[in-house]
């Protein structure tokens, strides 16, 4: 099929949040001719016979961004309106806890920054809707209270470290809310304090310390246990666990490890031994916590661990407090079980002062200090600023943590298509009969690419927010898609078909089906009795290509009108005279038919919504078999 089209599209954003799929941009409408001379299954339309009825409409095209805004400039300079671009108010962001300066001169050059340190829980839940984003470290809790008090502002929580155990990751992730950490520029500096406990405790550093201020000269109370050819088993063999393992071979210590989740390969290569748990926590002289704190490590150290543990065992805790039984350490400690501790992290942070453990004679503790070098500082600061001015940009991070991570090539090569994608689930969502439960979505993406080669999260998260806003009160983005889907019942599968067409383009045509519903329009029912739908991107904008097995060729933009007729000359004048006299703009008609002087599709692209006299007349059309309007 050749088609020839003549559109004129400008770009005008109107918004610089975040957009994380938040499509921003105003309603688009466009003129858009479209002729078909050699498609079977598009019947020939000739320019004469409905120039009559094509008003020329508004000529912005307002392309919708998700991954850019105005500041980007990309956008802008494509645009060949001029209509000037609004500039909105820069995003407000509040920083919870102290940060390095160079991450604050970052989010200050990109936003409105308020650096509001030691907030008490009702201060922040108080002040959170006015803010686009929130930076914590690991002393604010960021609650599921508190993000429902940002009332839907709050675009993204960034975590200036690692552990991410402070945020209601399930709540941020149902009110679709992004969060990011820094997870690599504190990894040595908490590999460094580990090796400083481990060495201290063994030499009772601390202790000797505090005699000596104390005015007392203890030289034999004080006698420590060597490190070289003593076995230390590392739990969790992730980044901090990998750098005090190889600095712990250096010190000619026997390194073993328990991760289940660490490749064999990294191990070997630090000529460190995986071996189960309890034969970890069994056979070490000192066991050095590196796992994350989660529903499984919490108090995974307890009475009953530590009764397998070596008597004399020493324990280094730089991870979190909540993988440790407190009260269980206290016993293991008072019947010589475990010989020492060093502990950076507690359960509760501050400890009360008269914590039994802290107070423990062997037990050396620092203030959660593991993160807290200069170097590790500015750099976990300038990570989490840039992750979070990016997430703010649209972009989405590299270090998000509750949505899928899409590389920024792959981003930019689906631009084009998301657009398309959430049009698709809008119309085909609006196509199902009242009171029919969609539960069932397939999608069938046809490519040039294998599956592996075609990375479409981004586009099903698009077709859901299609699918599912126009009858909801939910907001879809990328981080809440799937959960929100999940939610309401909705399974969405996905297919790719290999096609052949240009290599250039990821995707050639987007096709949504629901199935087990029934339609307003039956004409769009596979005889699978499916909805089924087609799309295709064409000189940057999206098309609707087809309809149950109908072929037609309409920009998705504004609304439309779907109606199948007999397949008899005047139809298009009679349904165009109609829109006409009631000043409704047409901007697009493809008709498609499967058998000439049948049954066939007419498509009509409208720019306004004709009232209801006007569609009546449209259905008292003798040939109109039926027909449907569809805001898109
Ligand atoms: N004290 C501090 O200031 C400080 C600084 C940095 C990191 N941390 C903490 O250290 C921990 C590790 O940080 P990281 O950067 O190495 O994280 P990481 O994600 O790189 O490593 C964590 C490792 O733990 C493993 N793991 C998960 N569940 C486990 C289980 N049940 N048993 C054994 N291993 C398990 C994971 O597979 C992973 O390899 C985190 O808890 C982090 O919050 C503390
Ligand atoms: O998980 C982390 O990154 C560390 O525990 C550091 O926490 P902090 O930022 O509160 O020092």
Redesign the pocket.
């Known amino acids: 099929m050749a088609a020839t089209s003549i559109s004129s599209a400008t770009n005008k954003l109107t918004d610089q949040s975040p957009l994380l799929l938040h499509n921003t941009a105003a309603r688009p409408s466009a003129t858009h001719l479209s002729f078909s001379n050699s498609s079977v299954s598009l019947q020939k339309l000739s320019i004469s016979s409905t120039s009559r009825n094509l008003k020329s409409g508004g000529s912005a095209v307002a392309a919708v961004s998700v991954l850019k805004t105005v500041e980007g400039s990309e956008l802008a300079s494509k645009s060949r309106s001029s209509d000037p671009v609004i500039k909105p108010p820069k995003p407000t962001i509040l920083v919870s806890e102290k940060l390095g300066e160079a991450g604050l001169d970052l989010l200050r050059s990109y936003g409105d920054v308020e650096c509001l340190y030691n907030l008490s829980q009702e201060e922040l839940l108080a002040k959170i809707s006015e803010f686009d984003a929130l930076i914590v470290r ?1 002393g604010t809790k960021v609650t599921r209270q508190v993000f429902e008090a940002a009332k839907g502002k709050l675009k993204v929580v960034g975590r200036a ?5 402070n945020v209601d990751l399930q709540a941020a992730t149902e009110l679709g809310c992004l969060v990011v950490n820094a ?2 520029a ?2 040595i ?2 590999a460094e ?1 580990g090796i400083a406990l481990l060495a201290s405790m063994a030499r009772n550093v601390a202790q000797a310390d505090a005699s000596i201020k104390a005015g007392k000269w203890l030289r034999t109370k004080y006698v420590g246990v060597s490190l070289v050819g003593k076995t230390l088993a590392i ?9 005090v393992a190889r600095r712990a071979k250096g010190l000619g210590m026997h390194v073993i490890a ?5 490749p064999a390969d990294r191990a070997r290569a630090l000529g460190v031994e995986l071996v189960s ?1 309890d034969q970890a926590i069994s056979t070490a002289d000192f066991v050095s ?6 529903p ?2 919490n108090k ?1 150290f307890n009475d009953a661990t530590f009764a397998k543990m070596k008597k004399g065992v020493r324990i280094i805790n ?3 407090g909540g ?1 440790i039984d407190e009260d269980a350490l206290v016993r293991a400690l008072d019947e010589g079980i475990v010989a020492q501790a060093a502990l ?2 507690f359960t509760e942070e501050p400890p009360s002062k008269d914590s039994k453990l802290v107070q423990h004679e062997n037990v050396t503790v620092t203030p ?5 070098t200069k170097e ?1 500082q500015e750099g976990v600061a300038v990570e989490i600023a840039e992750a979070v001015v990016g997430a703010l940009r649209g972009e989405l991070s590299a270090t998000a943590v509750n949505a899928p991570m899409v590389p920024p090539e792959v981003l930019s090569e689906l631009a084009p298509y998301v657009i398309l994608a959430e049009k698709l689930g809008r119309l085909a969502v609006q196509l199902v009969a009242g009171g029919s439960g969609i539960q069932s979505v397939k999608v069938v993406y046809g490519s040039t690419r294998d599956s592996d080669n075609l990375d479409t999260r981004l586009l099903r998260a698009m077709i859901t927010k299609g699918i599912i806003e126009p009858i909801s009160d939910a907001h879809i983005n990328l981080v809440n898609a799937d959960f929100t889907a999940k939610q309401k019942g909705l399974r969405i599968s996905e297919e790719k078909v290999i096609v052949d067409s240009s290599p250039e383009n990821p995707i050639d045509s987007i096709q949504v089906q629901i199935s087990n519903v029934g339609s307003k329009f039956e004409s769009a029912l596979l005889e699978n009795g499916n909805i089924s739908i087609e799309g295709k991107v064409k000189d940057g904008i999206p098309h609707l290509t087809r309809v149950g097995s109908f072929s037609v060729d309409v920009s998705l933009e504004g609304n439309l009108i779907l109606c199948r007729q007999v397949d008899q000359p005047g139809m298009i004048g009679q349904v165009g005279n109609i829109l006409g006299e009631s000043n409704v703009n047409v901007s697009f008609m493809s008709v498609g038919r499967t058998v000439k002087r049948m049954t066939a599709i007419m498509a009509i692209g409208v720019d306004e919504a004709p009232n209801k006299e006007t569609l009546k007349k449209i259905g008292e059309v003798s040939a109109v078999e039926e027909f449907v309007f569809l805001d898109l």
Request: negative net charge.
């Open positions: 690991s470290g690692v552990g991410i155990d997870p690599t504190n990894t500096a908490a304090h739990m969790g063999f992730g980044k901090v666990g990998s750098e328990h991760d289940p989740y660490a748990f916590l590196h796992m994350p704190l989660t499984t490590t995974i730089v991870a979190r993988v950076d992290v959660h200090l593991g993160a807290s590790a």
